[in-house]
């Protein structure tokens, strides 16, 4: 697999960690608290294998910028979260922020 392909396995992993992290009610509770556990595991280890190819610094602005779009997509999608108009201008620019990276920069090399 390519490192992109592990970078957004561990991205998926993080996020499903952190968005069931709530429901662990300070890890009280064994069964989403088991899945937060596992999530991280999977994540940290997936991304692991992607910076054996990509630099550190592309990798985690990649896998944080992705996942806090995601996790407060979900948030607002799901958990009934209210995002204003700074908050999502806020995300927008994280996510520009990621595609100029991916688009424009010369530090990813593959």
């Given at each position: 697999?390519?490192?992109?392909?592990?970078?957004a396995?561990?991205?998926?992993a993080?996020v499903?960690?952190?968005?069931?992290?709530?429901?662990?009610?300070?890890f009280?509770?064994?069964?989403?608290?088991?899945?937060?556990v596992?999530?991280?595991?999977?994540?940290?280890?997936?991304?692991?294998l992607?910076?054996r190819?990509l630099?550190?610094?592309?990798?985690?602005?990649?896998?944080?910028?992705?996942g806090?779009?995601?996790?407060?997509?979900?948030?607002?999608?799901?958990?009934?979260?209210?995002?204003?108009?700074?908050?999502?201008?806020?995300?927008?620019?994280?996510l520009?922020g990621?595609?100029?990276?991916n688009?424009?920069?010369?530090?990813?090399?593959?």
């Amino acid at each position: 697999m390519t490192a992109y392909t592990w970078l957004a396995i561990a991205i998926v992993a993080e996020v499903i960690a952190t968005s069931t992290m709530r429901a662990t009610q300070g890890f009280t509770r064994i069964g989403p608290s088991l899945v937060t556990v596992v999530g991280y595991a999977v994540a940290f280890y997936c991304l692991s294998l992607a910076l054996r190819t990509l630099p550190t610094g592309i990798a985690y602005a990649i896998w944080s910028g992705v996942g806090i779009v995601l996790v407060a997509g979900i948030a607002w999608g799901w958990q009934g979260q209210r995002l204003d108009a700074p908050a999502v201008l806020g995300i927008a620019l994280i996510l520009a922020g990621v595609v100029v990276m991916n688009l424009f920069s010369k530090s990813i090399t593959l």
